[in-house]
């Protein structure tokens, strides 16, 4: 049965950080790619970040571009997002999750983690 486990929430004040991490367990995830999302009250499922897990360049949804930073490690099975010089706009539900094709669309993907509450205050 495949998980995803994600971690590394909580509350953080305008221009903090704080790094997030998703657990991956089940199978083995090397032809999937590995995405983040969020979602905010009264909003739809926002693509945030996204990796290969073979390897390659992440990419990234304009907003967070040059604050945040996702990267896996193999060894740990372990993928994580790393998020710098956070905004109150970035306050979400984050969730990981897998698929087998490269796409910042909820749907193409198969596998979600439970999600962690990032809230940023002003």
């Known amino acids: 049965q495949v998980q995803l486990v994600e971690s590394g929430g909580g509350l953080v004040q305008a221009g903090g950080s704080l790094r997030l991490s998703c657990a991956a367990s089940?199978?083995?995830?090397?032809?999937?790619?590995m995405g983040w999302f969020r979602q905010a009250p009264g909003k739809e499922r926002e693509f945030v970040a996204a990796i290969r897990w073979s390897g390659g360049t992440p990419y990234y949804t304009d907003s967070v571009k040059g604050r945040f930073t996702t990267f896996r490690d193999n060894a740990k099975n372990t993928m994580y997002l790393q998020m710098n010089s956070l905004k109150p706009e970035d306050t979400a539900v984050y969730y990981c999750?897998?698929?087998?094709?490269?796409?910042?669309?909820?749907?193409?993907?198969?596998?979600w983690g439970q999600g962690t509450q990032v809230t940023v205050s002003s």
């Open positions: 089940g199978r083995t995830f090397s032809a999937y790619t």
């Open positions: 999750a897998a698929g087998t094709s490269s796409s910042s669309l909820p749907k193409s993907y198969d596998y």
